[in-house]
Nanobody, 128 residues
Framework: QVQLVESGGGLVQAGGSLRLSCAAS????????MGWFRQAPGKEREFVAA????????YYADSVQGRFTISRDNAKNTVNLQMNSLKPEDTAVYYC?????????????????????WGQGTQVTVSS
């Protein structure tokens, strides 16, 4: 079993940056797709970014394209989300997730139903 723990959230002014990290304990997630999702109060959970098992493929939501970068270090069992040029609408709880499906399809990567393990989330608040 793998436990996922997010860190790096906090309060930042619009235009600022944050770097979120997701650390895994237990067994490795080296061969699995990893994703980031977020949920704001009163809204549905939405896809943010995903990365394939070897890091060769990434996919981003249109709302964060060009501002966020997802990366992974399989040797350290970590996944990161670099968030630049933050906007107030980025305010949400951010969740790290792992998918046990061992194939890369964009339709799978952006679908929360395809993820099996989730972290507890970390709060990101962007002030104007």
């Amino acid at each position: 079993q793998v436990q996922l723990v997010e860190s790096g959230g906090g309060l930042v002014q619009a235009g600022g940056s944050l770097r979120l990290s997701c650390a895994a304990s237990g067994r490795t997630f080296s061969r699995y797709t990893m994703g980031w999702f977020r949920q704001a109060p009163g809204k549905e959970r939405e896809f943010v970014a995903a990365i394939s098992w070897n890091g060769a493929s990434t996919y981003y939501a249109d709302s964060v394209q060009g501002r966020f970068t997802i990366s992974r270090d399989n040797a350290k069992n970590t996944v990161n989300l670099q968030m630049n040029s933050l906007k107030p609408e980025d305010t949400a709880v951010y969740y790290c997730a792992r998918s046990l499906v061992n194939v890369w399809y964009i339709s799978y990567a952006l679908d929360p139903r395809r993820y099996d393990d989730w972290g507890q989330g970390t709060q990101v608040t962007v002030s104007s």
